[in-house]
T-cell receptor, first 117, second 115 residues
Framework: AQSVAQPEDQVNVAEGNPLTVKCTYS??????LFWYVQYPNRGLQFLLK??????LVKGSYGFEAEFNKSQTSFHLKKPSALVSDSALYFCAVRDPRGGGATNKLIFGTGTLLAVQP | NAGVTQTPKFQVLKTGQSMTLQCAQD?????MSWYRQDPGMGLRLIHY???????DQGEVPNGYNVSRSTTEDFPLRLLSAAPSQTSVYFC??????????????FGSGTRLTVV
C-alpha cells in the first residue's frame, strides 16, 4: 500500500537549535515527495519537493529536506529554528497509481513543531 | 491573483441538511481536489478532478458529491449532513503532473460543524 508515516506527533526544540521533522514513505516506483506547513487557522503552504536529482532539497523559509532512498525517508531540517517556525508540518508523497494523469497526494498525519524562545 | 478561494469559512448545519462548499481558483490549474482534515488523521482525499467534466472518488467519498463544469470551480456538496462530517475541509489545486510544477495551492479552509 502507498503510505506516508510521520512517527512524531510533536517535536520540541529551543530557538537557535537545529530541528528535524521525520518522514518515511512506502510507494511503488520512484517517489515524488513534498513538505507542507500549516499555520493556525490557515491552509497548507508548499515548502519544498523532491522529484529527482540531488538528495538534499532546499525550500522556503530556510528549510531543507534530505531524501534517503535506502531508508525510504525524507526528513525535514533547518539549521537554526525560529519561534515563528512553530506550526504543523505535513509530509506527502504522490500516489503513483493512475500514472501522470492524476496528481493525487497522500499525506502523513502531521507533526506539530513547537519552538521555545 | 487570488489563488484558491473557499467559501464559507465557517458553517454550522443540522443533521440531515444539505449544503455546498464553494471552491474557485484563478490560476488555470487543471487539477483540483477536496480534502478533509481531522485530528490525528492528517488530510484525507474526498474527491478530485483532472479537468473540466472529469471527476473521480478519493479515499473517503461517501456522503459527498462534486462536479467540475468549468476549469475554475469545483464545488463540494454534502447531500445529507451527519455529525461524522464535522471537519475542516480544504480545496487544493495544481497543474497536472504532465505540465510540471505540480505543487498544490490550498484554500484557507471551511470549518464545518454538524449538530
Amino acid at each position: 500500500a502507498q503510505s506516508v508515516a510521520q512517527p512524531e506527533d510533536q517535536v520540541n526544540v529551543a530557538e537557535g537549535n537545529p530541528l528535524t521533522v521525520k518522514c518515511t514513505y512506502s510507494v511503488s516506483g520512484n517517489p515524488y515527495l513534498f513538505w507542507y506547513v500549516q499555520y493556525p487557522n490557515r491552509g497548507l503552504q508548499f515548502l519544498l519537493k523532491y522529484i529527482t536529482g540531488d538528495n538534499l532539497v532546499k525550500g522556503s523559509y530556510g528549510f531543507e529536506a534530505e531524501f534517503n532512498k535506502s531508508q525510504t525517508s525524507f526528513h525535514l531540517k533547518k539549521p537554526s529554528a525560529l519561534v515563528s517556525d512553530s506550526a504543523l508540518y505535513f509530509c506527502a508523497v504522490r500516489d503513483p497509481r493512475g500514472g501522470g494523469a492524476t496528481n493525487k497526494l497522500i499525506f502523513g498525519t502531521g507533526t506539530l513543531l513547537a519552538v521555545q524562545p | 491573483n487570488a489563488g484558491v478561494t473557499q467559501t464559507p469559512k465557517f458553517q454550522v448545519l443540522k443533521t440531515g441538511q444539505s449544503m455546498t462548499l464553494q471552491c474557485a481558483q484563478d490560476m488555470n490549474h487543471e487539477y483540483m481536489s477536496w480534502y478533509r482534515q481531522d485530528p490525528g488523521m492528517g488530510l484525507r482525499l474526498i474527491h478530485y478532478s483532472v479537468g473540466a467534466g472529469i471527476t473521480d472518488q478519493g479515499e473517503v467519498p461517501n456522503g459527498y458529491n462534486v462536479s467540475r463544469s468549468t476549469t475554475e470551480d469545483f464545488p463540494l456538496r454534502l447531500l445529507s449532513a451527519a455529525p461524522s462530517q464535522t471537519s475542516v475541509y480544504f480545496c487544493a489545486s495544481s497543474y497536472s503532473w504532465a505540465t510540471g510544477n505540480a505543487g498544490y495551492t490550498f484554500g484557507s479552509g471551511t470549518r464545518l460543524t454538524v449538530v
